[in-house]
């Protein structure tokens, strides 16, 4: 059976992701900070499906989580789902140092390790790959969290590209508004978003993994996204600043 590592499995998109992985057969390996969750989880997903979930209690903002998540990865696993992130409050200024720092090391640094500690393995057996869970705001300008979002799309692109013609798949996954636990646990206020662009956690992770089976680099798995994301690509880069600092500052 195929084995998959996702992290931030304990709710949203990964534990969607873990849902989905293990409805088709594959065994995982769960990976968060909050330890009961993930264990009820991993329970739930043995009786369902009968697949093996091993639990990995991590905090990927440490370099002790960081480095007990490479040397599972590093182990012969067929995926690796980078998904574990957080959202941000506030403007730049208005956040602690330490929280931006932290921000980095979980959607950058975290990324690229475990991104690096998968790869030799899956290269050397000629498949495996990674999906690493990127957003819509990697293609605005707003915030340490949109630049760290651009950043996972710019690397999994470049990494698709290192590793072709080796049987081996990197994918950057930019979703938009999700329901999720997400914007509750950053304390931002949602309810001014239209209901319309919402999206099921369920329906994106699908979407995402045929993206994924289609060998896509870059996956923004919803028309209603797409059509975003194209028009940041036709509007100047100042006014798309100045468009998304107003939005922001709309929903905090």
Same mark, same amino acid.
């Not at 998904?83 to 932290?102: C, H, K, M, S, Y």
């Not at 393995?121 to 340490?144: E, H, Q």
């Not at 060998?215 to 923004?220: D, I, L, P």
């Given at each position: 059976?195929?084995?998959?590592?996702? %992290?931030?499995?304990?709710?949203?998109?990964?534990?969607?992701?873990?849902?989905?992985?293990?409805?088709?057969?594959?065994?995982?390996?769960?990976?968060?900070? +909050?330890?009961?969750?993930?264990?009820?989880?991993?329970?739930?997903? /043995?009786?369902?499906?009968?697949?093996?979930?091993?639990?990995?209690?991590?905090?990927?903002? %440490?370099?002790?989580?960081?480095?007990?998540?490479? /040397?599972?990865?590093?182990?012969?696993?067929?995926?690796?789902?980078?998904?574990?992130?957080?959202?941000? /409050?506030?403007?730049?200024?208005?956040?602690?140092?330490?929280?931006?720092?932290?921000?980095?090391?979980?959607?950058?640094?975290?990324?690229?390790?475990?991104?690096?500690?998968?790869?030799? +393995? &899956?290269?050397?057996?000629?498949?495996?790959?990674?999906?690493?869970?990127?957003?819509?705001?990697?293609?605005?300008?707003?915030?340490?969290?949109?630049?760290?979002?651009?950043?996972?799309?710019?690397?999994?692109?470049?990494?698709?590209?290192?590793?072709?013609?080796?049987?081996?798949?990197? &994918?950057?996954?930019?979703?938009?508004?999700?329901? %999720?636990?997400?914007?509750?646990?950053?304390?931002?206020? %949602?309810?001014?978003?239209?209901?319309?662009?919402?999206?099921?956690?369920?329906?994106?992770?699908?979407?995402?993994?045929? +993206?994924?089976?289609?060998?896509?680099?870059?996956?923004?798995?919803?028309? /209603?996204?797409?059509?975003?994301?194209?028009?940041?690509?036709?509007?100047?880069?100042?006014?798309?600043?100045?468009?998304?600092?107003?939005?922001?500052?709309?929903?905090?």
């Amino acid at each position: 059976m195929p084995t998959a590592v996702i %992290t931030g499995a304990s709710s949203g998109i990964g534990a969607a992701f873990a849902r989905r992985l293990a409805a088709t057969g594959a065994d995982l390996v769960l990976l968060a900070r +909050d330890e009961a969750r993930l264990t009820a989880n991993a329970e739930q997903l /043995r009786a369902k499906h009968g697949v093996q979930v091993e639990v990995l209690v991590a905090d990927l903002a %440490t370099e002790e989580g960081i480095a007990a998540a490479e /040397r599972r990865v590093a182990h012969g696993v067929d995926l690796v789902v980078n998904n574990a992130g957080f959202g941000q /409050r506030g403007t730049f200024l208005d956040t602690p140092v330490a929280e931006e720092v932290a921000m980095l090391r979980v959607h950058c640094e975290a990324v690229l390790r475990l991104t690096h500690a998968a790869l030799p +393995d &899956m290269v050397a057996r000629g498949g495996g790959g990674v999906i690493n869970v990127s957003s819509v705001a990697a293609f605005f300008s707003r915030g340490s969290y949109a630049a760290t979002k651009a950043w996972v799309l710019s690397f999994s692109e470049s990494v698709a590209h290192d590793v072709a013609g080796n049987g081996v798949r990197v &994918m950057a996954l930019c979703p938009g508004w999700v329901r %999720t636990e997400f914007h509750q646990r950053s304390n931002m206020d %949602t309810s001014g978003i239209p209901g319309f662009m919402w999206l099921d956690a369920d329906k994106l992770v699908s979407a995402g993994l045929r +993206d994924y089976a289609r060998g896509r680099s870059c996956s923004v798995p919803d028309a /209603r996204y797409k059509v975003v994301t194209g028009a940041s690509r036709l509007i100047p880069r100042r006014l798309s600043s100045a468009l998304s600092a107003r939005v922001g500052r709309r929903y905090e």
